[in-house]
């Protein structure tokens, strides 16, 4: 990050390079109940990123250290498919799967009512099969609605945007370009019904106007994708009760 | 919105809806209150009975209760326990002293060994999930013929029925006996075309038991079953 190289990012027209507006995110779609082994899951096509999550439990957790003796423990593997890039991916854990495991893993906890399984786990994995900036986000957004599919007790949907800086302009959902040429990314974990932040995670800087710029952006963004989650898990069901 | 057997309609839904004020309304489950408004917790069908307003879930997972009759599989056997495997987050444990043999010590797979199915009772829940079953009671055995077929933890009262109706008319249908665990199993014993029958019908139930055309599918598997027979 930091502007280097000769990469146009806004065209003259103000548009950005796949036409966009500084505003605008890339189409989203949402499938809930896309995997029939798990006990929920969900498909999250943002742009040419591809997530599917999948959850497990609750369960007993294992090893027995990890255990809580007053809440669950919620267990997230985020891992990004050998073809989900232009360049292979070396396939298992690394450094940043870790982290972004790690850091879905707080934001869920947040909002799972994790107090009403004391010494269970529950387990979520995400895939990302397609990846294109923002990959974190479709994660996260996968694994509230896999999370709510598995019928899981939680305070609210969770849902992961970003904004960020390309050429001293904030700009809503940044795609591949603009994420390795941009100054700045803002991904956050918002819950759309309460306000809050349950994650929030800063790449670049931002001035004090562009950082409330970008949150704007933000929630306005995650007021749109919570829409479309809560229409993947109601069209699932629809025609009546399952 | 949608529309039930009882064609009154149904609200789904999601985690984090607000469902209205809490005032003079008690929250049950799939429910919180934060800010005097009640939130559903759960995906699932908001219902209002009695003045309590609670989620009906769409999916959930079974969570042992004092009292609950199971079918329960033997999963480890130690010297004076069992662990049985009650389709739930955790194992139950059976011990000895609840069997309904005298048990010696180090004698416990001669009576029951992994892979045997028991139907049990939870005679205790603690806050930290550790659950207790008793064998002693009665009806409560070792299954030793008959299949187990499992359905979603949610529409075991429905394939009761209001006092047992639906059931009693299953176990009719195909001359086979039939108990519903609370865990989503359901033990069936009969001759192997009524064994085929339940199984389809049980599956049929879960499936399409709040549907309008339910009766109709219900009674012409029936009709069926006595054409057959």
């Known amino acids: 990050m930091g502007g280097y190289g000769d990469v146009k990012l806004l065209q003259e027209d103000g548009l950005r390079l796949d036409g966009r ?11 809930a109940g896309v995997l029939p082994a798990a006990d929920g899951s969900a498909m999250v096509t943002h742009g040419l990123n591809v997530a599917v999550a999948a959850v497990y439990g609750p369960m007993e957790a294992h090893p027995r250290k990890i255990q809580r ?7 997230v593997r985020y891992n990004m498919a050998p073809f989900s890039t232009s360049d292979r991916i070396r396939p298992g854990f690394n450094r940043r799967s870790r982290e972004i495991s790690k850091v879905t893993a707080e934001a869920l906890e947040s909002v799972v009512l994790v107090e009403r399984y004391p010494r269970s786990k529950i387990r979520v994995e995400i895939e990302i099969l397609a990846a294109e900036a923002g990959t974190r986000c479709a994660g996260i957004t996968a694994a509230a609605v896999a999370l709510a599919d598995a019928g899981i ?3 609210d949907l969770i849902v992961g945007v970003a904004s960020g800086k390309i050429e001293d302009t904030v700009v809503l959902d940044l795609d591949k370009a603009e994420d390795n040429y941009g100054q700045a990314d803002l991904p956050v974990g918002i819950l759309p019904n309460t306000g809050e932040i349950a994650f929030l995670q800063m ?5 004090p106007d562009e950082y409330n710029l970008a949150m704007e952006y933000n929630f306005k963004a995650a007021k749109e994708i919570h829409e479309i989650m809560v229409e993947a898990l109601q069209k699932r069901y629809e025609g009546g009760e399952a | 919105m949608s529309q039930g057997q009882t064609g009154a309609e149904q609200r789904l839904v999601t985690p984090g809806m607000a469902i209205g004020p809490s005032a003079g309304k008690r929250t049950g489950s799939g429910i ?3 800010k005097d408004t009640m939130i559903a917790t759960q995906l699932g069908w908001l219902q209002e009975k009695n003045n309590t307003m609670s989620v009906h879930p769409i999916h959930s997972a079974y969570m042992p209760r004092s009292g609950d009759l199971v079918v329960a599989n033997v999963a480890e056997v130690r010297n004076n326990l069992w662990f049985m495997d009650i389709n739930g987050a955790f194992q139950g444990l059976l011990p000895m002293s609840l069997a309904p043999w005298k048990v010696e010590f180090g004698a416990a797979r001669q009576h029951m060994d992994v892979g045997n199915v028991v139907l049990a009772r939870v005679q205790e829940v603690d806050e930290c999930h550790n659950v207790v079953l008793t064998m002693k009671g009665v009806g409560l055995r ?3 013929q008959g299949a187990v077929e499992s359905i979603p933890v949610q529409h075991v009262d429905r394939i009761r029925g209001d006092g047992n109706s639906l059931l009693q008319r299953l176990r009719d249908a ?15 014993d009969g001759d192997s075309e009524g064994i085929a029958w339940a199984r389809k019908a049980l599956q049929m139930v879960a ?16 009709q069926q079953k006595k054409g057959d027979a």
Do not use: Y
């Open chain 1, 21 to 31: 507006k500084l505003d605008e995110m890339r189409p989203v779609k949402i499938e």
């Open chain 1, 69 to 75: 003796q007053d809440r669950a423990v919620i267990d």
């Open chain 1, 153 to 155: 007790p939680m305070r």
């Open chain 1, 203 to 207: 790449d670049g800087d931002l001035s």
């Open chain 2, 32 to 34: 919180i209150t934060e």
């Open chain 2, 142 to 144: 070792r299954l030793n």
């Open chain 2, 174 to 188: 195909c001359d086979c006996r039939i108990m519903v665990g609370e865990n989503g199993r359901v033990w069936i």
């Open chain 2, 207 to 222: 499936e399409k038991g709040h549907t309008t055309e339910f009766e109709a599918i219900l009674a012409e598997m029936e």
